[in-house]
């Protein structure tokens, strides 16, 4: 079946100026994951997603970066007033629960670049 | 808090030889451990995971033994191959059992035939 996907595949844009990210889970998963991979920090959490429950946004870095999930499937990724610190590869990932052995599955990941 | 560490890299190893990548984690509860693989060009995905002490995960020729005593997933391979080459990233999933996971710095590993 199909695998997480995630568009678009590549994004520049200029200081200052809002991006959203899109994620598509696999059908059926509940979990869905925002991580963020860069030179500097590694891979890091951003945002959870499980059902119907209040997402844990603990990792986001800051008031400017936002999520939402639609209808227990595809989620978006908000960044506003992008800074050049936000480029990154930002990845999706979902599993069929959000329990601590539940293998991930990972989307290919969208590259921004804040110019 | 949670963490994890992993030897730095990059690893070059001339084909057929011995692999170990050393992995430790430091939590509060018992996580789940795993091995994420990211070839050149891919998305990261599960090489093999461990989820209570003494488990060993293995997957295509890898292995790792959760080791609570030590707080250690070491990853090893008795022979690795060329296609091996990849970025290898330990992780441990948050014991407050949402599943998210944290991760190491990656491992690359480059192997010449």
């Known amino acids: 079946g199909a695998g997480v996907s995630q568009s678009p595949s590549n994004k520049v844009t200029e200081k200052g100026k809002d991006v959203e990210l899109r994620c598509d889970p696999i059908?059926?998963?509940?979990?869905l994951y925002w991580y963020r991979q860069s030179l500097g920090q590694g891979l890091e959490f951003l945002i959870y997603f499980q059902g119907n429950s209040a997402p844990d946004k603990s990792g986001l870095p800051s008031d400017r970066f936002s999520a939402e999930r639609t209808g227990g499937s595809v989620s978006t990724l908000t960044i506003q007033r992008t800074q050049q610190e936000d480029s990154a590869v930002y990845l999706c990932a979902s599993s069929l629960a959000g329990l601590a052995h539940n293998e991930q599955f990972f989307g290919p990941g969208t590259r921004l670049t804040v110019l | 808090g949670n963490s994890v560490t992993q030897m730095e890299g990059p690893v070059t190893l001339s084909e057929e030889a011995f692999l170990t990548i050393n992995c430790t984690y430091t939590a509060t509860g018992y996580p789940s451990l795993f091995w994420y693989v990211q070839y050149p060009g891919e998305g990261l995905q599960l090489l093999l995971k461990a989820t209570k002490a003494d488990d060993k995960g293995s997957n295509k020729g890898f292995e790792a033994t959760y080791r609570k005593e030590t707080t250690s997933f070491h990853l090893e391979k008795g022979s690795v191959q060329v296609s091996d080459s990849a970025v290898y990233f330990c992780a441990l999933s948050d014991p407050s059992n949402t599943g998210k996971l944290i991760f190491g710095q990656g491992t690359t590993l480059q192997v010449k035939p």
């Open positions: 059908s059926g998963h509940t979990a």
